[in-house]
Each structure stands twice: as structure tokens, then as C-alpha cells.
T-cell receptor
Framework: DVKVTQSSRYLVKRTGEKVFLECVQD?????MFWYRQDPGLGLRLIYF???????EKGDIPEGYSVSREKKERFSLILESASTNQTSMYLC????????????FGSGTRLTVV | KQEVTQIPAALSVPEGENLVLNCSFT??????LQWFRQDPGKGLTSLLL?????REQTSGRLNASLDKSSGRSTLYIAASQPGDSATYLC??????????FGQGTRLTINP
């Protein structure tokens, strides 16, 4: 069964900490994405990547960075966590063009205290 | 601006009813449209994917239709069950390879 795996279901971090959220896919997808989901705001794209070492800003990149050193792994980094980054984070992957759709991970619920 | 809208935001129906969830989008030049299901606190599960050249897709009790000219898609759920209770999200892929999501419809099926 093909998968997008997010390393943590729940995380609690302190304000100012550097936080790493990891995502791994086993479908050989070129494209990978990070979204955050908040009540009333829906899903918003943070960053995406079309290939190894490639990255593009999404709609809300401020306060985040990403790393893609290998095709199967896409990391989201919160450089200095803040309480307004408390959210559900969702990783997704797809082939170029999205012809067979996107596959999402199970999400990471991050709480910054 | 490319936007996706889902109405209503919430829907509650008795078990056994057939129901329709609506999705509308601006800009008819889509690549495809995908319907997802999300259970509380969980990730997104893909239900159906409709390519721009298709009019509908079916999976079990689910049927999704696409009318690009009017900018609409519907998700039809037949013989609803309590296990169908979830939030249903519509997402559209335009040329930039980035999915744009609607706000979702929270569906409750009452036994």
C-alpha cells in the first residue's frame, strides 16, 4: 500500500525552539507539498518542491523553511516556533501534473506553548 | 483569482438518505478535481479523482460529477451510513500544480 508517512502524530514544542517535521513517501513522486490546516481558514500551502533540492514558496511561507535532500523525503522547518504556528500540518505528494491525484499523510498536530 | 467554494459548510441527514455535496470553482481551465474525506484529527483520504476530460467517476456508493463550463462538481453519496460522517473536501488542480481547496462540508449522518 503506497504511503505518505509523517513522523509524528502529535508534537508539543516551546516558543523559540527549532522544529523539524518530517515527511517520507514511497511512491517515487517528484512533487511534495506542506500544508497547514486551521479552523475557518482551511488548508493553506506553505512550501512545495518539484524535485530534489528544489523548493518553491506557497501562500504562507513566512516563519518556515524546507529541505529536500532526497526524493522521498521533504522536511518542514520552523526556525523559531511561535504560538501562532500551532496547527495541523499535512504533507502530500504527487507525480508531475498531478495526473493521478495527490496522496496525503496522516498529519502532525503541533502545539507551541 | 482561482478559488474553490463548498456550500453548505455543514449538513446533517438521517441514515439511509441519498445526499449531494456541492463544489464550485472559478476558472474552468482545470487539470483535474479531487474529492477527499477527512475524519476529525486525521489526514486526508482521497475518494475520487476526475480528470478535466471526464464527466463523472464512481466508487461504490460515491459518484462525483464534473461540469467545467458551469464551474461545478457534485459528490453524490447513496444510502448514507453513520460511518460516512466526516468532513468532505473538494480540491482543484490548475496549471501551477498546486491544489486549491474548498473549506469543506462537515457531514453528520444520524442513526
Amino acid at each position: 500500500d503506497v504511503k505518505v508517512t509523517q513522523s509524528s502524530r502529535y508534537l508539543v514544542k516551546r516558543t523559540g525552539e527549532k522544529v523539524f517535521l518530517e515527511c517520507v513517501q514511497d511512491m517515487d513522486h517528484e512533487n511534495m507539498f506542506w500544508y497547514r490546516q486551521d479552523p475557518g481558514l482551511g488548508l493553506r500551502l506553505i512550501y512545495f518542491s518539484y524535485d530534489v533540492k528544489m523548493k518553491e514558496k506557497g501562500d504562507i511561507p513566512e516563519g518556515y523553511s524546507v529541505s529536500r535532500e532526497k526524493k522521498e523525503r521533504f522536511s518542514l522547518i520552523l526556525e523559531s516556533a511561535s504560538t501562532n504556528q500551532t496547527s495541523m500540518y499535512l504533507c502530500a505528494s504527487s507525480f508531475p501534473g498531478g495526473d493521478i491525484g495527490y496522496t496525503f499523510g496522516s498529519g502532525t498536530r503541533l502545539t507551541v506553548v | 483569482k482561482q478559488e474553490v467554494t463548498q456550500i453548505p459548510a455543514a449538513l446533517s441527514v438521517p441514515e439511509g438518505e441519498n445526499l449531494v455535496l456541492n463544489c464550485s470553482f472559478t476558472d474552468s481551465a482545470i487539470y483535474n478535481l479531487q474529492w477527499f474525506r477527512q475524519d476529525p484529527g486525521k489526514g486526508l483520504t482521497s475518494l475520487l479523482l476526475i480528470q478535466s476530460s471526464q464527466r463523472e467517476q464512481t466508487s461504490g456508493r460515491l459518484n462525483a460529477s464534473l461540469d467545467k463550463s458551469s464551474g461545478r462538481s457534485t459528490l453524490y453519496i447513496a444510502a448514507s451510513q453513520p460511518g460516512d460522517s466526516a468532513t468532505y473536501l473538494c480540491a482543484v488542480l490548475w496549471g501551477a500544480q498546486k491544489l486549491v481547496f474548498g473549506q469543506g462540508t462537515r457531514l453528520t449522518i444520524n442513526p
